[in-house]
């Protein structure tokens, strides 16, 4: 099925729901891209950042880049002057290095937390209590050119619905927690708006249990190059 007709199915599916599409392009063509973004999709993710920038030089100026895959200090400075927002943050450290390099460029960061929920060794993230300790941390009230606006998280990858739905719950309780505590709000810095969950195998479960985010690539494009 042609892009445009996969997205608008999407679309379709997440309307009755607060999830809005990120559509996730690592690994497709800067001729799907102009497809996806002729489609009237103008939020696209990507994992890697030499490949985002890349991309980035040579698509319309509109599209609102997400950076979803785990993020190096020493690559910050390559997405800094337009990154949209930064799904993938797991570290003070790395929060440090976004705000150094959003004030070259006299920018504020928007980003997300994001949260280890599967059962899997190999997922990056925080755990609740590692989450809401960077919050609470005095070195994080300084950061001035960042705002943490939600959480991320990805679920374990099994075909065991209930184990992803659990997954999900968890980490959307977290979240309505932080929500309703007002945690980190005093310094300015957080806002709790978004919660990124959900890609192609399990987004209506992420839509169903109050994802904002959905990202979604292989049910848009088929199976990755
Ligand atoms: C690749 C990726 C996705 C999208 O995966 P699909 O299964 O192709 O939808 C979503 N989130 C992250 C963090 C990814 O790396």
Known sequence: MAIAEQISLI??????SNARLIVVTKTRSIEELQETYAAGALEFGENRVQEMVEKQAVLPKDILW???????????????????LIHSVDSLNLLKEINKQAAKHERVIDCLLQIYIATEESKFGLDFA?????????????????????????????????????????LADFFQKLKN?????????VEWIELSMGMSGDYLIAAALGATLVRVGSAIYGPRH
């Open 66 to 84: 997400h950076q979803i895959g785990h993020l190096q200090t020493n690559k910050v400075k390559y997405i800094a002057p337009f990154v949209h």
């Open 130 to 170: 590692e989450a809401e300790a960077l919050l609470e941390d005095p070195a994080f009230a300084e950061l001035q050119h960042i705002r943490i606006v939600g959480l991320m998280g990805m679920a374990s990858f099994t075909a065991d619905e209930e184990q992803i739905r659990q997954e999900f719950q968890s």
């Open 11 to 16: 679309n379709k599916q997440l309307n009755d």
């Open 181 to 189: 505590n007002k945690t980190g709000v005093s310094t300015g810095l």
